[in-house]
């Protein structure tokens, strides 16, 4: 069973807790007893400066990386050492800020590849027509849902930067998962572009616990319930838009630095 924290008169279930983490890379400590916790079917964004650990956070959490210390547990299960393999059998999935899509090949293509390696015949050279059938029903699906099936025969590389992401998103979510790590999905875009991911974040799944790095703050607020700031490898504020707004710390550290660096 998840842990739950009564909160008001309602129980909360955290599906991802941060606890007291802390990364090294040689003499450079980059995550400092680092500590987060969030709630089932939050959508929380991480931001903070360049170089403040918001990636090797990700790391830690998606397997890339083990902390030197502390713990990262999913819905009470301690995944700290947990390859990354098995972190997606517990419902983790994640996006990279590297597109990592197959660019001469279908929209379609790109989704029936990532539907194959999620069963367990990805290995079978063949199988039945109607298993694959289903295959690229569950493909053109998923497409559909999020409105990109009429592009389904159109190769990667032709689509615009924002169909992209969205690709990454909609292969991401081909796993069902119960936690969703998105790298910068807004990275590169356009505002036109921006305007493309910002909704398809927002209506994700309610249940869907999504966690994203974002650069821009007014982006982050739009698709967030909840920001964490991170600084020099610590949560430096995390609340609601009006809070971190209102934190004279994260004015001084973030919004000072807007221009620059965000
Ligand atoms: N594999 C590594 N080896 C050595 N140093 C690293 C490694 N990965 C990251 N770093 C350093 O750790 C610090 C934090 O990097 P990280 O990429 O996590 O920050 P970030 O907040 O995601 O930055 P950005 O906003 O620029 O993407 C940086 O100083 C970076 O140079």
Redesign the pocket.
Known sequence: MAKTVKKADRAIMIALQIDNVDVR??G?Q?LTMCRLSIEAGEKRAII??????????F?VISGI?MPSAGKVLSFDQDITRSPAHVRAMHGLARTF?ITNLFNNLSVLENIILGLQALTSTKYIFYRTTSSFTELIDNAVSLLRTWGLEDKKDRPVRSLSHGEQRQLEIILALASRPKILLLD?PTQGLSTAETALVVPMVRSLDPSTTVLF?E?DMDVAFQMADKITV?YY?SVLAEGTEDEIRGNPNVAEVYLGLEGDNA
């Not at 903070?48 to 956070?57: D, V, W």
């Open positions: 890379f040689g450079l980059v903070g400066p360049n170089g403040a650990g918001k990636t090797t956070l790391n990386i800020q910068e790095i650069h991170l490898g």
